[in-house]
């Protein structure tokens, strides 16, 4: 959608929220083979050309979570301050007051 028209002469600024907890969770499963472990027998018995085997998709789901990292940590790096944050252990947003260039 459109974003609402201005109501001024200052431009206003779309501030996105990321809610990490079942990316976080569903890229976690596939790095320590969870995910795997549970769907392999499954996706194999489809017959796939992708997925000949059980191992097969093991081996395809870890690559698809070291994807995932590259991706989530890129992401993160660049776009969500998580290197100005890492060591960040404030408990509310208004703790982190003293990060924002008010821009």
Do not use: Y
């Not at 779309?14 to 809610?19: G, Q, S």
């Not at 100005?84 to 982190?96: P, R, T, V, Y």
């Amino acid at each position: 959608t459109a974003p609402p028209p201005s109501s001024g002469s200052s431009a206003s600024k779309d501030v996105l929220v990321w809610d990490l907890d079942e990316t976080l969770i569903c890229f976690q499963s596939f790095l320590d083979g969870r995910f795997a472990m549970t769907n392999a027998a499954t996706i194999a018995e489809q017959k796939s050309a992708d997925f000949q085997d059980e191992a097969a998709v093991i081996r395809e789901c870890a690559l698809l979570g070291e994807g995932w990292e590259k991706v989530i940590l890129h992401v993160s790096d660049t776009h969500l301050f998580f290197e100005e944050l890492e060591e960040c252990e404030e408990m509310s947003a208004s703790d982190l007051n003293h990060f924002d260039d008010h821009e």
